[in-house]
């Protein structure tokens, strides 16, 4: 009886945090602060709960490119997705190698640098909306470089992906690209496609559990709907920081239970 109240509150938690990370990702990010701990508490491998977890919120990411489309900057395509590729499938091969224990380990740790990047992303995206108003031409970009610093921030987002939106732009100003819609469209392009990479590998790896995916990927669905209805009327500056605590209260937490 105490087992199987046990595991309804589990399931329970898992709609829960399902919802809530659909709602976060809608309206700030960081989704997977709380959907991530949520799939490793029903007893899932720590790799494996990280598949299931990136593919249960990847849809969410696809609906994102297909309302900034027409904001990409097209002559970049080619090395942005390349990179993608590239980095993403990188990432996913790297992460199912990885000792289970060995990534238990680092889970805290990957949770507070990507708390620590989206705390970062607040000024730093204010200072590029401040230069993409004024008046830049648009210049030409160095595309080599630029795909070999974009590689690194796609592998990442292939083996855990928490923050990373913050490291694209970063990179894609780096080269020169100042105009906000470019970058935003242009971010969100590389985590969908770096991540589909990932999906991908998962699921033919077998490393999704797909009962825990389903449930997570409808209610964080639902989830996304409900967020985007109020996303425009709550405090940007208010949401990023219920999202850093988030996630450093989730690395405290799994920094204190490896004590």
Not at 150 to 179: K, N, R, T
Request: with cysteine.
């Amino acid at each position: 009886m105490l087992a199987d109240l046990h595991v309804h509150w589990h399931y329970l938690w898992l709609v829960a945090a399902s919802l809530i990370a659909g709602v976060m990702n809608a309206m700030a990010g960081g989704g997977s602060f709380i959907s991530f701990p949520a799939i490793l508490s029903m007893g899932v491998a720590p790799i494996q709960a990280n598949a299931t977890n990136t593919v249960a919120l990847w849809p969410g990411q696809l609906t994102s490119v297909a309302a900034l489309r027409n904001d990409l900057r097209r002559d970049l395509l080619g090395v942005v997705c390349a990179a993608s590729v590239i980095g993403g499938v990188s990432g996913a091969v790297v992460l199912l190698h990885t000792k289970q224990i060995t990534f238990l380990h680092m889970v805290p740790w990957l949770l507070l640098v990507a708390s620590m990047l989206f705390g970062i992303s607040g000024p730093v995206s204010k200072w590029l909306r401040q230069r993409s108003n004024q008046h830049h031409a648009e210049r030409p970009v160095a595309r080599l470089p630029l795909f070999l610093v974009m590689v690194p921030v796609c592998f990442y987002i292939g083996y855990f992906g928490a923050g990373a939106g913050f490291l694209i732009m970063s990179a894609l100003a780096l080269f020169g690209i100042e105009e906000m819609n470019q970058l935003n469209s242009l971010k969100v392009l590389s985590a969908c496609l770096s991540n589909l990479c990932a999906v991908i590998t998962f699921i033919f790896s077998g490393a999704v559990v797909w009962h825990y995916c389903l449930i997570s990927m409808l209610f964080a669905a639902i989830g996304g709907y409900v967020g985007a209805q109020y996303a425009r009327r709550m405090n940007a500056n208010v949401l990023r920081a219920i999202v850093v605590v988030t996630g450093v209260a989730m690395a405290a937490y799994f920094f204190w239970r490896q004590s």
